[in-house]
Structures are given as C-alpha cells and as structure tokens.
C-alpha cells in the first residue's frame, strides 16, 4: 500500500496557486511612499528626507518578507514544481530585461549629451574643464575584478551542478568578495574624483549611469549572498537551484553593463583619448 | 526702397553664405565657431589682421545679439566654455 502522498492526488496540474498573503499590497504602498518621498527630498519638501529613509525600509522589509515566505513555499512545503521553476525563471529573465531598459534609458541621455555637445559646455566632450579618471587605472582593475568575479561565479554553479559542494561554496565567496572589492574601490573613486555630478552634463550623466550601476552591483551582490546562505543551509540541491541561477543571470547583466559602462563613459569620453 | 541720391549708400548688402561644415537648418553650432575662430583669429594675428573680420561679420549676422552679449561677458569673466589659443 502507497502512504506517500503525490502532487497529482490532490492537484489536477503542475502550477502553484499562492495562499493569501499580506506582501503584494504592503510592498505596493511601500513604494508608494518611498517614491512620493523621494520626490518630496529632492524638491525640499519638509520631512522628506526622512519619509525617504521610512519607504527604503518599508520596501526593503517587505521584501525580506515577501521572498522569505518564497523559500518557506519552496524548499519547506515544496510547491515548486518543474512547471512552477520555469515560470519563474521567465519572470526573472523579463525582470532583468526591464532593468537593462533602465539602463537604456541613461545611455540614451548619455550618447545623446556626447555625441554633439552643446555649445555651452563648448561644443566639446568631455567639457573644457572636467578632469576625466584615468581609464588605465582603477577603472581597469574594476573591470577585471567584475570579469573575474563573473568568472567566480559559473565555477561555483557548475561545481554545484556536479554537487561539489565544497567548490560551490568556495566559489561563491571569491565572488562576493570580489564585488565587495569593485564597490568599495568605485566608492574611493566618487570621493576622490575631481567633478561633481553638479558639475555640467558630464557629471550628471557620468553619476548617474555608473550610480545606478553601482546599486545593481549592490543589490546583485545581496542576492548572491542570500543565494550562498542557502547554499549553507542545504536549501539548494544540485538540479533544484532557481534562485541561484537568478543571482547568477543577475550577476552576468551587472557585469556587461560595467562592460559599456567602460568603453563608453571611461575609456572613449577620456581627456587622453578624444 | 527709394531711388533718391541719399538712399544711395556704401553698404554692401550679403549674407553668411552656405558653410558645408553645417549643412543643417540649426545654425547654433556655425554661430559658436565662428565667435570662437574669430577671438582665435584675432589672438593669433592681432586685432588689426583684416582676414579676421571674415568670422565678425559672419558671427555678428548668424548670432542673436543677446548669445553675442552673453559670449562676451563670458569672455570677460573668464568663464567662456571653449579656448581662445590658436
């Protein structure tokens, strides 16, 4: 006699129906305010600035809540079929290909300020005046540091796959080490940088594009680190690992931005090279 | 226009002419250069060099008077956005 209970006895299809749940509503007012509080800071509205501090946390908390409830549904209850991994492994895919439209979107104000600059910052790029980094030097290492930790990554997956676990955790901490690196060496760059994201359309678009970047780089970085606590806690098992493939895919879309990101804002609006 | 003797007068009546270098109907950048070949111009040559007054007249006739007023108070304060060395 079979006592093992099978998906199929009470559920005529492959696909998880989610139990009610608090976060969707919560995470839509949460970014509700932090949006409108944004606005509220950069137009020196009073209490802006703080209202801002309350939506970063109210977003951040909700969605610690939300994916934690993920994982209880996944690796505890088990609902994640084959059918549910490939649903979400699209969503994530158009989730990335959305944020690559971001990006698009301040390359386009970047090319568009580059390529016939105004007459007011003297029809030239980059601008007379604007002392541009040194593409060769920590730009360059930054760009190695990214490859690498890319690099890190596919080794720590593919050890993972073969269910080498000892390989699969080792790898994972030269990535996030590596990006750790990337981001505190692109902080030393901001403080020492001779412009200001004040100074003309250079500096807005130069912070703006390798800012936003640097977010990325960060929020990658927090989800490798999530993905590799699990790795720790035997969540993950060598053909059951979405979550870590999204990191991973994640992770390489942050790298080939700081790709362009190099050629484009470093290496060819250079004062050496123009 | 009236055919009197007074109405006679020395000006001689031309426009910018068509600049290769700016096929386009926005003429900002053709204005710009100008202003900026002719203060190189007249750094490299002196004020008095007469091939010089080529990028005058050309800026004076492509350029809104309040850009040329704006380009020379620039040039005063030093702010300018581009060099004057030739």
């Known amino acids: 006699m079979n006592i093992n209970l099978n998906r199929s006895q009470f559920q005529a299809h492959p696909y998880h129906l989610v139990d009610p749940s608090p976060w969707p509503i919560s995470m839509s007012f949460a970014l509700l305010i932090m949006a409108i509080s944004a606005v509220m800071y950069m137009q020196g509205f009073p209490f802006g600035g703080y209202l801002l501090n309350l939506g970063t946390i109210l977003v951040a908390t909700g969605m610690s809540l939300w994916f934690r409830d993920v994982v209880v549904e996944s690796t505890y209850l088990g609902h994640h079929t084959e059918q549910v991994k490939r649903g979400i492994t699209l969503g994530i895919a158009l989730f990335i290909v959305s944020e690559l439209m971001a990006f698009v979107s301040i390359f386009w104000a970047y090319f568009h300020s580059s390529l016939t600059p105004a007459i007011e910052i003297g029809g030239t790029w980059p601008p007379l005046g604007i002392n541009t980094l040194d593409p060769l030097a920590i730009p360059l290492l930054n760009t190695i540091l990214l490859l690498s930790s890319g690099a890190f990554i596919t080794f720590a997956h593919h050890a993972l796959i073969k269910g080498n676990r000892r390989s699969a955790i080792l790898g994972s901490i030269l990535t996030i080490i590596f990006a750790v690196l990337f981001t505190a060496l692109q902080y030393y760059e901001y403080a020492e940088a001779g412009f200001t994201i004040a100074d003309s359309i250079f500096g807005t678009v130069f912070y703006c594009s390798t800012g936003l970047h640097g977010f990325h780089v960060i929020v990658g970085t927090l989800f490798i680190g999530v993905q590799f606590y699990r790795l720790l806690q035997h969540h993950i098992t060598k053909s059951h690992h979405i979550g870590m493939e999204g990191a991973i895919a994640y992770w390489h879309f942050v790298d080939v931005v700081w790709l362009f990101l190099y050629a484009f804002v470093y290496l060819w609006a250079s004062s050496g090279l123009l | ?86």
């Open chain 2, 1 to 86: 226009m009236s055919d009197t003797a007074e109405a006679q007068s020395n000006y001689l009546l031309q426009t910018a002419g068509f600049d290769a270098r700016f096929p386009n109907t926005n003429q900002t950048k053709r204005c710009f250069q100008n202003y900026v070949d002719y203060n190189r111009c007249i750094n490299a040559k002196g004020e008095d060099f007469a091939p010089c007054k080529q990028f005058l007249k050309a800026y004076h006739s492509l350029c809104p008077n309040a850009w040329i007023e704006k380009f020379d108070e620039q040039k005063e304060n030093g702010t300018f956005p581009a060099s004057f060395e030739p």
